[in-house]
């Protein structure tokens, strides 16, 4: 029984060794870069599918999208820096077979990024299945082991919609005037308002309306027919960088409206909400004397309900 426990005792002092070597071996391991390259060099950023692809070129400071509309350049950024900025320790597989399985094979893969240097790819990764939220497995083109980064795969879309500047038809800088054509003409003069007739106009509405091109937001290519649709309304606007002008189509059939700048090559799908207020008429700027009637109307009121309680109080 004795040499039994003894036994039994030796065992366990083995296992404990063999888990204290193995830890050693397989213990914490300094974080390396995933991919590096040098972001200031980067021109060009390509993303695949096995459906499609698409690629953005750096212009002038500016990301563009292949048919000249420029592209988020924020998003492009923040894709390139998580990149280049992504540590890895262990990998979580080595083997090819495993790799297939994740989906980061030339065969399988979910999405291909490829950043460039002029015409040199300075990273080229395959991006596959998702781990858990926000993770996804990744490995370079020219293989290697698997690693789980943060990352998420509608980051890196490959449709022109996902990479396009929602912002592109804002004003640059601040808005000095702007006209709606064959309506009325607003100019700015020490943050007041005003028209050419010296209309009074009430300055917060106007305030109101100027800002929502201040804060116009597009959320898409448009592929619309305009080609027997008149325009609904254009609107000139001065800023910082000379004039502009957006054209605004509604179209019937699809209740859609449409938008397109002469600062830019394309036509942009606006929401029904925005696209219906951007085209106001002057009466919409003026103050409202129904709610001014209203409110001397409620102080006469007052004013009645006063004496009444006066005269009350005497008697």
């Not at 597989?93 to 015409?119: C, H, M, P, W, Y």
């Not at 490995?139 to 789980?148: H, K, L, Q, T």
């Not at 925005?274 to 004397?289: H, R």
């Amino acid at each position: 029984m004795k040499q039994y426990l003894l036994m039994a005792l030796v065992a366990v002092q083995i296992v404990v060794v063999l888990a204290i070597w193995l830890f050693g071996l397989q213990g914490p391991k300094d974080p390396e870069p995933f991919i590096q390259f040098e972001i200031d060099t980067v021109d060009g950023l390509t993303v695949s599918s096995s459906e499609e692809s698409i690629s953005l070129t750096l212009e002038d400071e500016q990301w563009r999208l292949p048919d000249g509309n420029p592209a988020d350049t924020r998003k492009v950024e923040r894709v390139l820096d998580r990149l280049s900025q992504t540590a890895v320790d262990w990998p979580v597989a080595t083997s090819e077979s495993t790799a297939k399985r994740f989906e980061v094979t030339k065969d399988s893969f979910q999405k291909q990024i490829s950043v460039l240097a002029g015409n040199d790819a300075v990273a080229d990764v395959y991006l596959g299945t998702s781990p858990s939220f926000r993770k996804i497995h990744a490995r370079s083109v020219d293989g290697g082991p698997v690693y789980s980064i943060e990352f998420a795969s509608h980051e890196a879309g490959t449709t022109l919609n996902s990479w396009l500047d929602k912002s592109l038809l804002r004003p640059e800088g601040s808005i000095s005037s702007l006209e709606r054509v064959d309506a009325f003409v607003l100019t700015k003069d020490e943050g007041v308002w005003s028209v050419v007739d010296g209309t009074e106009l009430d300055q917060s509405e106007v305030r109101d309306y100027v800002e929502r091109f201040e804060d116009l937001s597009v959320f898409e290519l448009s592929e619309a027919d305009l080609s027997e649709t008149d325009p609904s309304g254009r609107v000139v606007i001065r800023d910082d960088e000379g004039s502009y002008t957006l054209t605004v189509f509604y179209v019937e059939e699809s209740e859609d409206w449409v938008v397109h700048s002469d600062r830019e090559v394309g036509h942009y799908g606006l929401a029904s909400y925005i696209g219906s207020e951007i085209l106001k008429d002057l009466e919409d700027l003026l103050p409202n004397e129904e709610n001014e009637e209203d409110g001397e109307q409620s102080f006469e009121d007052g004013e009645a309900v006063i004496t009444v309680e006066d005269i009350t109080e005497e008697e």
